[in-house]
């Protein structure tokens, strides 16, 4: 028999039987003998996750951004914890706090009433506890050579919601100013460096004017101002002295002769005795209770406090009295939940040993 016609002879007997398969190639193979089951094996244990570094979320204003940098600067040298630091405002900042998205907020203003309910019913309680003192500035541009100093009457009439639209001219704040155009900037509405000058200077927060050039970024009014000539801004005191070249600081005169007769430029003297008013302020952290059973969180907030002091000054602001850092340890060491301004909000004049005297 030919050997094609062997091959033959041998698929018709494959097809007959159904006991062959083919190879890729199409020729006949000898049928495989049967294979047992196996039990499946057991699956490998899935590794373990690895831990990410310890991370500590802070957020809020950008007032305080500059004290709670130094202190992170200097607390990752000697920490493994990672420090991360937004500038979303007062106001953005307490959103993600009361939102739990966050462990430590900066506040440069107290927390309001409708923060305070919304961090109650997401259960996050909190210690507040004051960092700083600072002074607000009101600056104009170098070129602007008739404004010597306001008074606090003058910068309502500019500010006030009725300004808006019509208050557009130095001439229409004060006579022998001249006729020509103020261009206005300030922090957004998020700001609490916003709430605090609008209830010291208009006499109700988060009411003023509309139209006028806001950021959340106190380095971007700075340029605002001293590129414009009929420019007039208000922001925290530290951004004023790393930018004393820029601009042109504005004496106030809140017609209190108690707190210095005549107007009172803000340094750190005016602010630190109550003489700079009403524009002087203290400034805050607020950590939340939930976040401190974290070693990281705690050991932070404890630096914070012990090297205050120091790094407030480093970082331009005002530090508060060694007492004042020890009361606000104690606080915090004490876990005391809470508002001191019992969600007030901003109160103008206030001193920190005030505050901590009321526990």
Sequence with gaps: MTTERLRLAVLLACALMGACSKNPAGSAETPAAPVEAKAAEPASPKPEPVAAPSVIAIDGSSTVFPITEAVAEEFQKQN???????????????????????????????????????????????????????????????????????????????????????????????????????????????????????????????????????????????????????????????????????????????GVEANGKGPVAPSAESVSNGTYQPLSRPIFIYVSKSATSRPEVSAFVEFYLNNGETLVKDAKYISLPAKAYELAMKRFKAGTSGSLFAGQGSQVGVTVEALLARE
Excluded at 158 to 175: D, F, N, V, Y
Excluded at 230 to 251: H, I, Q, R, S, W
Aim: glycine letters at 12%; one cysteine or more.
């Design 80 to 254: 493994a914890a990672k420090v991360t630091i937004g500038v979303s405002g007062t106001g953005g900042g307490f959103k993600k706090f009361c939102a739990g998205e966050i462990a430590i907020a900066g506040a440069s203003r107290p927390i309001k009433a409708t923060e305070e309910q919304a961090c109650n019913a997401a259960k996050i309680e909190y210690v507040e506890l004051p960092v700083a003192y600072d002074g607000l500035v009101v600056v104009v541009n170098p070129k602007n050579t008739w404004v010597k100093s306001f008074s606090v009457a003058e910068l309502k009439k500019l500010w006030e919601p009725a300004a808006q639209g019509k208050i557009t001219k130095w001439s229409q704040l004060h006579t022998g100013w001249p006729a020509k155009e103020v261009h206005l900037f300030g922090p957004g509405v998020d700001s609490g460096t916003y709430d605090y000058f609008t209830k010291a200077i208009v006499g109700e927060e988060h009411k003023s004017r509309g139209d006028y050039t806001s950021s959340e970024d106190d380095n971007v009014l700075v340029q605002g101002v001293s590129r414009d000539e009929g420019g007039l801004g208000f922001f925290g005191l530290a951004y004023y002295e790393e930018n004393t070249d820029k601009l042109k600081l504005v004496p106030i005169d809140d």
